[in-house]
């Protein structure tokens, strides 16, 4: 089973309210605990995250997980919906985590679906487990169980996707009734997913949003193993959480007459056709041995784009984007590597970019060496356009670091647009 054909999305559990299945010795302090949740998730104010997720696969009947990449992420809760983007995005993705993260385990729903639906909304069942000493922390331990009628928990691997009952526990403080841990195991798993166990744990702790003091997740780890004993684990780390703002205000005062203000430049909108070659020039090095997936990209156009006879995109203009994969696990001793350029601009003017990749000019860095090697016998790049959108190119070696300078030419398809604020 390689991992690039399996990923899971965990969207929302539902629980609490259901008939307890055995006698507590204090139902007053699990309601306490369930209010204290709900003032939690609705007293903070919309907010984002830094997320950065250590993905890692074990082959058949290996002992140890090996990595395969490191992805970052930008993961927002905006009225209580859980939105993606990659760091420094215009925009969040208005869609699942896997629009943007195509290859790979990946998961979703832990950062506020999951304690949303679980401690606010009124389905399952529960059962006191009892007191617990959790890390040398004093803490209540309940158990849960949702049918698969109740639990939205979708599964998808090998393209076929299906929901799972679930089960587990959560863990929450005795005197601060703060929740410190949830522990998800899907249930009856079908078995055309041909999975042994799908785990989901995390921990949480309070960080200060905006003026609020808000309890959000810290760390997560996914787990599934499969039939043949092949299992993928992503540790997820949330950082740098803060309150996420629009930059548009509402004001029901009268404004007070003020000095005019300069006018903001006018950005031209333009729509790029189909068809045309841009070669650039990378401005940003990628080295396999700090670069993850969801880095920030820049090139510049290194000779001006014409269609029909005029300049379409001129020569210096900026294109942005993201490393889209960076994965060594499928072949010992190479790499796969994902562009992605989502939006070039230049003076007064920007256009979405949809494009494929063409060529690699290895050759193309002057005087220094536009690919370093580590430990690699060959100098061989492979294209591999599976992806649109996103050019895949494989690298034989070890490790690698591609320096500014390096040399892409990249032809448009149909679909590049206006880009969206």
């Keep these: 089973m390689k991992m690039c054909k399996a990923w899971i999305c965990l969207s929302s559990l539902a629980m609490t309210a259901g008939a307890a299945l055995g006698q507590s010795p204090d139902e007053g302090q699990l309601a306490r605990f369930k209010e204290k ?25 290996g002992r140890a997980f090996k990595p395969v990449d490191t992805v970052r992420l930008e993961v927002s809760s905006v009225a209580g919906k859980e939105l993606f983007a990659w760091p420094g995005a215009r925009h969040f993705e208005n869609g699942s985590v896997t629009s943007l993260v195509t290859g790979g385990a990946i998961g979703s729903g832990m950062f506020t679906m999951f304690t949303n639906n679980l401690f606010i909304n009124g389905k399952g069942t529960r059962q006191y487990r009892g007191a617990e000493n959790l890390d040398g922390r004093a803490a209540v331990r309940y158990g849960f169980k949702l049918t698969s009628q109740e639990s939205p928990m979708s599964i998808t691997t090998n393209g076929v996707t299906e929901i799972a009952a679930a089960k587990g526990s ?20 079908p078995y055309s997913l041909r999975l042994e166990e799908s785990v989901f744990r995390t921990t949480y702790a309070r960080a200060r949003i905006g003026g609020a003091d808000a309890l959000l997740p810290k760390r997560s780890e996914l787990t599934m193993t499969h039939f043949d004993g092949a299992a993928s684990s992503n540790t997820i780390e949330f950082s740098n959480c803060r309150e996420y703002r629009s930059e548009s205000t509402i004001s029901f005062d009268t404004p007070a007459p003020s000095a005019p203000e300069a006018s903001k430049p006018q950005v031209r909108e333009v729509n790029l056709p189909a068809g045309l070659a841009v070669p650039v020039e990378m401005d940003t090095a990628i080295d396999s041995k700090t670069a993850a997936v969801g880095d920030t990209l820049h090139a510049r156009v290194v000779q001006e784009v014409r269609y029909k006879g005029d300049v379409a995109v001129p020569r210096g203009a900026v294109l942005t984007g993201h490393i889209c994969k960076l994965d060594h696990s499928t072949v010992p001793g190479r790499f796969a590597v994902g562009v992605e350029f989502s939006e070039v601009e230049w003076e007064g003017a920007r256009a979405a970019l949809f494009a494929e990749l063409v060529d690699l000019d290895r050759k193309s860095a002057g005087a220094h060496k536009p690919v370093t090697y580590f430990d690699g016998h060959t100098n061989k790049v492979f294209i591999d356009n599976g992806m649109p959108g996103i050019g895949v190119f494989f690298i034989d070696a070890a490790a690698f670091r591609i320096a500014p300078g390096f040399h892409m030419l990249w032809r448009t398809l149909a679909g590049s647009g206006r880009i969206e604020e």
Excluded: K
Aim: net charge negative.
């Design 170 to 189: 959560f863990w929450f403080d005795p005197v601060s009734l703060d929740l410190i841990r949830l522990e998800v195991y899907a249930d009856e798993i």
């Design 37 to 61: 949740v709900r003032q939690d998730m609705t007293g903070i104010p919309n907010y984002t995250c830094l997320e950065t997720i250590e993905r890692a696969h074990r082959d058949p009947h």
